[in-house]
C-alpha cells in the first residue's frame, strides 16, 4: 500500500508536467503567428509582434514551472508558476475566441503555485525549518576537539566499544549532525502505513537541539509535520496540504517525550557526542547498560542493547510518552527502538535502517520504519542551501 501512494505521488506529478508541457508549447502557436513565422489556422484573430513577445514569455514561464517540478523545484517555483499563470492568461485574453480553453489550465497552474507557496513558500515549515536549521548549525561549535580514547575512560564498556566501533575516536567530537531518510508510519496497529521522506538536524551538547520535518501521503494527501526541541522544550506540528492544522502539541508531556528521543538519537545517530551529553551511566551486564539523561526540567532513562560484534541493536525507554492522533493527550508506553542495519562510510559506521515500536495491552506494534540515506557530521550553515 505505501508503495503504490509514493507511486501515485509521481504519477500525478508527472502528468502535471506533461499537461504544463503541452500548454506552454501551444503558446508558441501565438509566437509563430505574432512573428510571421508559419501561419496558423487554429489562431483566426491576428496577432501582432509585440503580442507574440508576450505569447512567448509565457510559454517560457509555463514550461519553466514544468522543468522545475520535474527535476527538483527550489523553494521559490511557485513565483514562477503564478507569473506564467498570469502572463498566460494575459496572452489568451488578446485571442479569447481561439484561445479560451488553455484557462483551465492556467485556474489549475494558480492552484498548483498556491499549493507551493503554502508547502514551501516564507510561512511554510520548510521554511520555518530551514531558518532554525540554519540558526542552530551557526550555533554549533564549528572547531571541535578530537574525540580522544582517554575520554571514554568511566564509561561502561559495551558503551565505550560502540563508540570505538563507530569510528568516533580520533575524529572531531561530534556538535551536530544532518540527516536524509524516509520510510513509513502508522497511528496504531490497524492503521495505514503512510508513507514520508524527511530530514534534520541535530545538535549537540548541554543544549542541544532537535529539528525534524516530514513530508509524509495519508490517503493520497500530502501531510507535513515539524517537531522543533529547543531550550529544553518541544512542539510538535502537522498539516494537511500545508493548509489545515491537525496537530498542535506542546507541553510538559510533549517536552518530556521529546526529550526521549533526544536521548535516543544521541546514542544511535551520534556515538561522537555521547561523552560530552549530561547523562549518567551505569552497567547492567555484559551486553546492555543504562543511562539518566537530564535536560532542564526532565531527567529520562534508557537502557541500551549491543550484540556481540559491539554494534547497538535496542533503546528501550519507559519515560516516551505516546500522543493521540490530534497531541492532545498522551499516554505513558514502553517504547523502544530496534535496529537492523549499518553500514561504513569515510571511517564511520553509520546507522541505516531501524524502526520505533510501542508497547501497548496488546503487546508490542510497530510503528514506524526509517531507512537513513545520509547522515553528515558538523556540517557549516550555508551547506543546507
Known amino acids: 500500500m505505501e508503495k503504490g501512494l509514493v507511486s501515485m505521488g509521481t504519477v500525478l506529478r508527472w502528468i502535471l508536467v506533461a499537461v504544463l508541457v ?22 483566426k484573430g491576428p496577432i501582432e509582434a509585440r503580442t507574440g513577445v508576450l505569447w512567448l514569455l509565457a510559454a517560457a514561464l509555463v514550461l519553466t514551472t514544468a522543468v522545475l517540478i520535474a527535476f527538483g523545484a527550489p523553494t521559490w517555483w511557485w513565483s514562477v508558476a503564478a507569473t506564467g499563470a498570469v502572463v498566460s492568461q494575459v496572452a489568451i485574453g488578446t485571442s479569447w475566441s481561439d484561445a479560451k480553453m488553455g484557462t483551465i489550465i492556467n485556474v489549475l497552474l494558480a492552484l498548483v503555485a498556491a499549493y507551493g507557496f503554502l508547502s514551501v513558500g ?32 568511566g564509561l561502561p564498556d559495551p558503551l565505550a566499544h560502540y563508540i570505538r566501533r563507530s569510528g568516533a575516536v580520533g575524529k572531531p567530537r561530534v556538535t551536530s549532525l544532518h540527516a536524509d531518510f524516509r520510510g513509513r508510519i502508522r497511528s496504531g496497529p490497524d492503521a495505514a502505513w503512510m508513507p514520508f521522506t524527511g530530514k534534520q538536524v541535530n545538535t549537540f551538547g548541554e543544549r ?78 555484559a551486553n546492555r547498560v543504562r543511562g539518566v539523561l537530564t535536560l532542564g526540567a526532565q531527567t529520562v532513562s534508557a537502557e541500551l542493547t549491543f550484540d556481540a560484534a559491539g554494534d547497538l541493536v535496542d533503546f528501550v525507554s519507559e519515560d516516551r510518552l505516546r500522543a493521540s492522533e490530534d497531541g492532545k493527550s498522551f499516554l505513558r508506553q514502553t517504547w523502544a527502538t530496534p535496529l537492523s542495519g549499518y553500514r561504513n562510510s569515510d571511517g564511520r559506521r553509520l546507522l541505516t535502517t531501524g524502526e520505533g515500536r510501542w508497547q501497548d495491552p496488546e503487546g508490542w506494534f510497530t510503528y514506524i520504519e526509517l531507512e537513513f540515506d545520509e547522515i553528515r557530521y558538523n556540517i557549516p550553515a550555508d551547506a543546507l542551501s
Open 22 to 43: 503541452g500548454h506552454g508549447l501551444i503558446h508558441l502557436l501565438g509566437v509563430a503567428k505574432g512573428f510571421g513565422w508559419a501561419s496558423v489556422p487554429q489562431l
Open 122 to 153: 516564507p510561512t511554510s515549515f520548510h521554511a520555518a525549518w530551514d531558518e532554525q536549521a540554519t540558526q542552530a548549525l551557526a550555533d554549533a561549535d564549528a572547531a571541535p576537539s578530537v574525540l580522544a580514547e582517554e575520554d571514554l575512560v
Open 208 to 285: 542541544p537541539e532537535r529539528l525534524f520535518l516530514m513530508d509524509a501521503t495519508r490517503s493520497g494527501l500530502p501531510v507535513t509535520v515539524l517537531h522543533v526541541y529547543a531550550e529544553a522544550t518541544a512542539t510538535m506540528r502537522a498539516k494537511v496540504l500545508s493548509l489545515v492544522t491537525v496537530v498542535d502539541a506542546s507541553g510538559a508531556e510533549m517536552d518530556r517525550g521529546e526529550t526521549v528521543t533526544v536521548f535516543n538519537e544521541l546514542v544511535l545517530l551520534a556515538p561522537g557526542a555521547i561523552v560530552d551529553a549530561p547523562v549518567r551511566w551505569t552497567s547492567v551486564d
